[in-house]
């Protein structure tokens, strides 16, 4: 299975930008899709954006035209771009395999939209 390490949240004032990023080793990272999910207080863990290996994307409703997500599978990486953040985005953010594997769940990382 993959393995995962997020980074890169932080605090941001609404309308501003994060880049969060995910180190994923463990498995055969190029051929697996891969996600971004979010979970806020209190509510269950949603997927936000996915992508495939070859690169195909697609998005929540709530983030489409906001967040981009994108890939680097020779350095097993994979990257959100977090654009005109609200305060609804605040949630820790995990990646994952897609569909998720129970055992590759990391950390996560806390974005936090406030001002």
């Known amino acids: 299975q993959v393995q995962v390490v997020e980074s890169g949240g932080g605090l941001v004032q609404p309308g501003g930008s994060l880049r969060l990023s995910c180190a994923a080793s463990?498995?055969?990272?190029?051929?697996?899709?891969m996600g971004w999910f979010r979970q806020a207080p209190g509510k269950q863990r949603i997927l936000v954006a996915a992508i495939s290996s070859s690169g195909n994307t697609n998005y929540a409703d709530s983030v489409k035209g906001r967040f981009t997500i994108s890939r680097n599978n020779a350095k097993s990486m994979v990257y959100l771009q977090m654009n005109s953040l609200r305060p609804e985005d605040t949630a820790v953010y995990y990646c994952?395999?897609?569909?998720?594997?129970?055992?590759?769940w990391g950390q996560g990382t806390q974005v936090t939209v406030s001002s």
């Open positions: 463990g498995s055969v990272f190029s051929v697996d899709a």
């Open positions: 994952n395999t897609v569909p998720w594997s129970a055992q590759s």
